[in-house]
C-alpha cells in the first residue's frame, strides 16, 4: 500500500522522484503483486499520483478542514480498474482549477453538503460516476460514455439536475417539493432511471426528463394513514435516441382511518419529432403504472402498458403528415382502473389509430371510456376481464373478444356493428342491431333496448348459462327466431316494465325496473332471483298453477341491503325464499310477498329478511332454521286467520323477530340468536333457543288459552308492557311465589294469585304448580281471575322468579 503523510513526502512502497519546499508531491507508485492494487491518498498540497497496473483506490478528502483534492493535482490511474473516493464535509463546488484526472474508470463523490460537478472535462477514461449527498443539492454533469449515479436522501425542497453521461440513474428519497431535471441542457446517451420517494403530504416537486434510449420513472408514497400525498407531475420529453418511457407511481387512494390517501400526478410523454411534419418519432413503447392526466405523442407509438389507477390518457400520433408508421395500436392492461377516457386524440381525420388490440393479463381491468374515432376495429384478447364502460367509436365495424375470461362493453354497440364473443363470459349491449351477434361460449350477457331486432339482425348466446336482459315495455323473445340460445331471462334497466313472455327460459332475474313487472308462462321449476330494487310489483304467472303442491323459488342476491319490492306469486303453495349475501357485510333484505294460495314459507341463506307477510292468510308453516350468520336477523308476522289453526314458525341463527296470529295456536321457535317472539292470542308454544330471548306478550288470553314458554332461562326477559292495561307494573324485585295447599287446583291458583286489586294498577303474581311456573298478570278489581281482563303465562319447569326484577314492566329472569 502507497502512504503519503505530508507535503514533504514519505511511502511506503514507493520512491520520491523529486522533494522540493513548495510541498509537491510527485509519486510514482510501484506496481504491487495483488490485483487489488493500491490505495493512494491526495493531501492538501498539489499531488501527482500514478497507479499500479492493478485495480488502485484513490481517496481524497479532508485533512482539518482542508480539502486534499486541490489546484493543480493529476491522478493518473494506469492500468487495472481504478477508483476515485472523493469525501468531504464541505460542498462540493466543481473539480478544482488545473486537476487532471486520467485513468481512473470509477468517480465516488460523497459530501456532506451541496455537489455541483462537471466531469465532461479534465476527467479521461472515466465510465462510472457516483454521487451521494444528504439533505442537500446536486447539479451534476457527466461526460460523453461516463454512466451517472446520483443519490440524495432527504432531498426535502432541494432540486436535483444532472446532464450528460451514458446510462444515468437518479436516485432520491425523502423528497417533498425538490425538483428533479435530467437531460435539460445535455442528454443522456444510454438509459435513464428516475425514482423519487415522499413520505410527507407536501405535493411532490416536478420530475423532467430529456432525451435517454429507454426513460424510467419511478415515484413511491409512504405518507401515513388519514393523511393525503400529491406525486409529482412528470415529463418526458424524448430525443432522437428515445425508443421506450415508463412511468410508475403509487395508486390512488382515497384517504382514511386505516388507508394513505394518494394521488397520481399528471404525465406528459414527447416525442422529439412530435411537431415535426416530416420526421417520423421514435417513441414507440409506453408503459404507465398509475398516472393522473396522461398524455403521450408521438407518430411511431405501437404498444401502450397500463396499470393502476389512472385519470385520463390522451394518446396524440405528431403533426407528421406522411403515412403514419403505424395504425395499430396495442393496448396491455393489468389491473387498471380509470376514472376517465382512453382518447385517440388525433384530430385530424383518418390519422388514428384505425385497429385497436386491448390484452387483458393477471388482474381484471376497467377503463371508464375509450374514444377513438378513426378505430375501425377492435379485439379484446388476454386471460383476465376487460370492461370498457362507455365507448364512442363511430367508425367501428367489429369487434371480436378472444379473452378467455371474457369481456364488458357498457355501451350499446351500433346497429351496424359486428361482435363475436370469445370463451369467457362477455357482456354487451344492443338495439335493433342489423348484424349477426354471436356471443361465443361462456355465460354471457346480452342487454336490448329493444324487443325486436332489425332487419337481418339476431342474436344468439352460443354455448354456456346466457343472460338475455331485456331493457324494454314488454317482450316475447321466445316467439322471435331472431333471438336463441339463451337460458335465463333478466328485466332490468331504464325502461324495463310492462309483461314479459318466460316461455322458453329456464331461469328469471329481475334487476332496477322503471315500473311494475310480469313474468307470464313461467315453467315449472323456474325461479327468480331479484339482483336490484325493482320499481313496482312483480308479478309471476305460472304456465301451470292449477296442482296442489306448486313450488316457486324466489332468491335476493346482493352485496348490501335488498329492497325487493313486492312479489306476487298467484296458485303457489310452497314458496322458498334464498337470501343470499354476496360479501362479508351482513345485511338484511326487505320483500313484500304476495301469495294468497301459500302454506310453507321457507327461507335460507346468510342474509336477513323483513319479510311483509299481509293477505298470506293460508300459511301454517314458516321455516328459516337454516338462515346462517348471525347479522342475519328474520322478520314474520303470521296472518293466518282460521280460528284454532296449528301454525309453526321457525327463526335461524340471527336476531329474529316471530309474531303469531290472534286466531291460530302458534308454535314458536326462535332458534339462535338473541330472538323476540310475539304473543298475539291463542293457545301458543314459544321456544326462545339459545341466546337472551325477549318474550313479549301482547295480547291477554284466557284461562285455558294462553302461552307456554319451554325453556325460559336466566337473561330473557317478559315484556308484560302489552299486558299490564291499568297502569305500570312496579319495578323492582318480583318476591315471594303464591302458595296453597297440596289440593289446589291450576283454577284455585290463578283465583288467588288475581285476588288483589289490579284495577288501578296492574299486579303481577307468580307461582308453581304441576311442575311448571307460572307468571299472571291481575288487572282486575276482583277477588278471582277474570278471563279477558287477567292474564296468565306458563314457563315449562320450576323457574325459580323471586329475584327476578321488573324495571319498566319488563321481567328479566335471573
Not at 277 to 297: E, N, Q, W
Not at 740 to 761: I, K, M, R
Request: no cysteine; hydrophobic share 45%; charged share 5%.
Amino acid at each position: 500500500m502507497t502512504m503519503i503523510t505530508n507535503s514533504r513526502g514519505s511511502l511506503s512502497d514507493g520512491a520520491l522522484s523529486t522533494d522540493n519546499a513548495a510541498g509537491v508531491n510527485l509519486f510514482t507508485a510501484y506496481p504491487s503483486s495483488g490485483v487489488s492494487g493500491s490505495t493512494l491518498s491526495l493531501t492538501t498540497g498539489t499531488d501527482t499520483l500514478t497507479g499500479t497496473a492493478n485495480n488502485d483506490t484513490f481517496v481524497a478528502g479532508e485533512v482539518a478542514g482542508a480539502a486534499t483534492l486541490t489546484v493543480g493535482d493529476t491522478l493518473s490511474g494506469g492500468a487495472g480498474t481504478d477508483v476515485l473516493n472523493w469525501v468531504q464535509a464541505a460542498a462540493v463546488t466543481a473539480l478544482p482549477t488545473g486537476v487532471t484526472i486520467s485513468g481512473i474508470e470509477t468517480m465516488n463523490v460523497t459530501s456532506g453538503a451541496a455537489i455541483t460537478l462537471n466531469t465532461s472535462s479534465g476527467v479521461t477514461g472515466l465510465t462510472a460516476l457516483n454521487t451521494n449527498t444528504s439533505g442537500a443539492a446536486q447539479t451534476v454533469t457527466a461526460g460523453a460514455g461516463q454512466n451517472l449515479t446520483a443519490t440524495t436522501a432527504a432531498q426535502a425542497a432541494n432540486n436535483v439536475a444532472v446532464d450528460g453521461g451514458a446510462n444515468v440513474t437518479v436516485a432520491s428519497t425523502g423528497v417533498t417539493s425538490g425538483t428533479t431535471t435530467v437531460g435539460a441542457n445535455s442528454a443522456a446517451s444510454g438509459t435513464v432511471s428516475v425514482s423519487v420517494a415522499n413520505s410527507s403530504t407536501t405535493t411532490t416537486g416536478a420530475i423532467a426528463v430529456t432525451g435517454g434510449t429507454a426513460v424510467t420513472v419511478a415515484q413511491t408514497a409512504g405518507n401515513a394513514v388519514n393523511t393525503t400525498l400529491t406525486q409529482a407531475d412528470v415529463t418526458v420529453t424524448g430525443n432522437s435516441s428515445t425508443t421506450a418511457v415508463t412511468v410508475t407511481q403509487t395508486a390512488a387512494a382515497t384517504a382514511g382511518a386505516t388507508v394513505a390517501g394518494r394521488v397520481n400526478g399528471a404525465v406528459t410523454i414527447t416525442d422529439s419529432a412530435a411537431a415535426s411534419a416530416t420526421t417520423a418519432g421514435k417513441i414507440a413503447t409506453v408503459t404507465l403504472g398509475s398516472f393522473g392526466a396522461a398524455t403521450i405523442d408521438s407518430s411511431a407509438l405501437t404498444t401502450v402498458n397500463l396499470s393502476g389507477t389512472g385519470t385520463s390518457l390522451g394518446i396524440g400520433r405528431g403533426a407528421l403528415t406522411a403515412t403514419p408508421t403505424a395504425n395499430t395500436l396495442t393496448l396491455n392492461v393489468n389491473g387498471l382502473t380509470t376514472t376517465g377516457a382512453i382518447t385517440d386524440s388525433e384530430a385530424a381525420a383518418d390519422d388514428g389509430f384505425t385497429t385497436i388490440n386491448i390484452a387483458g393479463s393477471t388482474a381484471s381491468s376497467t377503463i371508464a371510456s375509450l374514444v377513438a374515432a378513426d378505430a375501425t376495429t377492435l379485439n379484446i384478447s388476454g386471460d383476465a376481464r376487460v370492461t370498457i364502460t362507455s365507448h364512442t367509436a363511430a367508425a367501428l365495424t367489429g369487434i371480436t373478444v378472444t379473452n378467455s375470461v371474457g369481456a364488458t362493453l357498457g355501451a350499446e354497440l351500433a346497429t351496424g356493428l359486428v361482435f363475436t364473443g370469445g370463451a369467457g363470459a362477455d357482456s354487451i349491449l344492443l338495439g335493433a342491431t342489423t348484424k349477426a351477434i354471436v356471443m361465443g361460449a361462456g355465460d354471457d350477457t346480452v342487454t336490448v333496448s329493444s324487443a325486436t331486432l332489425g332487419a337481418g339482425g339476431s342474436v344468439n348466446g352460443g354455448d354456456g348459462t346466457d343472460v338475455l336482459v331485456a331493457n324494454v315495455n314488454g317482450s316475447s323473445f321466445s316467439a322471435d327466431p331472431a333471438f336463441g340460445g339463451f337460458e335465463t331471462l333478466r328485466v332490468a334497466g331504464a325502461a324495463a316494465q310492462g309483461s314479459h313472455n318466460a316461455n322458453g327460459f329456464t331461469a328469471l332475474q329481475l334487476g332496477a325496473t322503471a315500473g311494475a313487472t310480469t313474468f307470464t308462462n313461467v315453467a315449472v321449476n323456474v325461479g327468480l332471483t331479484v339482483l336490484a330494487a325493482p320499481t313496482g310489483t312483480t308479478t309471476v304467472t305460472l304456465a301451470n298453477a292449477t296442482g296442489t303442491s306448486d313450488v316457486f323459488n324466489l332468491t335476493l342476491s346482493s352485496s348490501a341491503a335488498l329492497a325487493a319490492g313486492t312479489v306476487a306469486l298467484a296458485g303457489v303453495e310452497t314458496v322458498n325464499i334464498a337470501a343470499t349475501d354476496t360479501n362479508t357485510t351482513a345485511h338484511v333484505d326487505t320483500l313484500t310477498l304476495q301469495a294468497t294460495s301459500a302454506k310453507s314459507i321457507v327461507v335460507t341463506g346468510n342474509a336477513g329478511l323483513n319479510l311483509t307477510n299481509t293477505g298470506n292468510t293460508a300459511v301454517t308453516s314458516f321455516d328459516a332454521s337454516a338462515v346462517t350468520g348471525t347479522g342475519s336477523a328474520v322478520t314474520f308476522v303470521s296472518a293466518n286467520t282460521t280460528v284454532g289453526e296449528v301454525v309453526t314458525i321457525r327463526g335461524g341463527a340471527g336476531a329474529d323477530s316471530l309474531t303469531g296470529s290472534a286466531t291460530a295456536n302458534d308454535t314458536i321457535i326462535g332458534g339462535a340468536g338473541a330472538d323476540t317472539l310475539v304473543y298475539t292470542g291463542g293457545t301458543d308454544t314459544f321456544t326462545g333457543g339459545t341466546g337472551a330471548d325477549i318474550f313479549d306478550i301482547n295480547a291477554i288470553g284466557t284461562s285455558t288459552a294462553f302461552v307456554t314458554i319451554t325453556d325460559a332461562a336466566v337473561g330473557d326477559k317478559l315484556d308484560l308492557v302489552g299486558i299490564s292495561t291499568n297502569g305500570a307494573i312496579a319495578d323492582g324485585a318480583f318476591g315471594a311465589a303464591v302458595t296453597l295447599g297440596a289440593a289446589a287446583t291450576l283454577a284455585q291458583y290463578l283465583d288467588a294469585a288475581a285476588a288483589g286489586d289490579g284495577s288501578g294498577t296492574s299486579v303481577a303474581k307468580w307461582f308453581q304448580f304441576g311442575g311448571d311456573t307460572y307468571v299472571v298478570v291481575d288487572s282486575s278489581a276482583g277477588a278471582t281471575f277474570v278471563s279477558g281482563a287477567d292474564a296468565v303465562i306458563k314457563l315449562t319447569g320450576l323457574v325459580t322468579l323471586t329475584t327476578s326484577a321488573f324495571a319498566t314492566e319488563v321481567l328479566t329472569l335471573a
